[in-house]
């Protein structure tokens, strides 16, 4: 993020601090960002899969949460009902894992495509669905500030072209192992 916080380098050209989530990217941008990012650590960085995404919003497994960190909707996420912005990030309770933010604030890049209402299976990145090319659309995860809590969920998904970007719209990264 530092590599990115200032000037034409942050493809987001937007944000209100440091401590707020970077957003107003497509999943192209997220991409180089991590590519930039593992290329300057020498780790492996990327967007997590949907999978991925979910694992970690539940705190590392399945705790049967409704949202990232519990079932109060208030005290782990910003949404329509306490959030009138993006806000600061680590202001409401995080999940097992010590990560913030999950459910709310802004919907999350995944590296999956968006293939149709129902999961398919353990296909992971599908290239097609249901006859149609999935390309057409990437998987988004965690819902934004401007959402009602029915869609900041954990399982909740949704999804967008590829091409556009959105205020409500950032990514999270994932450390693969090496």
């Not at 919907?107 to 990145?125: A, L």
């Amino acid at each position: 993020y530092k590599h990115y916080k200032a000037g034409r380098d942050n493809p987001s050209r937007r944000g209100v601090g440091d401590f707020y989530p970077m957003y107003y990217v497509s999943p192209d941008d997220a991409k180089e960002f991590c590519r930039k990012l593992s290329n300057l650590t020498g780790l492996n960085f990327a967007l997590p899969t949907e999978a991925q995404w979910e694992y970690a919003a539940n705190g590392g497994g399945n705790r049967g949460y409704i949202y990232s960190g519990g079932n109060d909707v208030n005290s782990v996420a910003w949404y329509r009902g306490n959030a009138s912005r993006i806000a600061q990030v680590g202001l409401k309770d995080s999940n097992a894992l010590g990560l913030y933010d999950m459910s709310g604030n802004v919907n999350e890049w995944c590296f999956d495509y968006y293939c149709g209402i129902n999961r398919v299976g353990n296909v992971t990145n599908p290239t097609h669905c249901e006859g149609l090319p999935a390309k057409d659309f990437v998987m988004l995860k965690g819902g934004t500030w401007d959402m009602t809590g029915n869609y900041v969920t954990v399982t909740d998904r949704h999804m967008q072209r590829p091409y556009l970007k959105f205020q409500g719209t950032g990514f999270r990264v994932a450390r693969n192992a090496e």
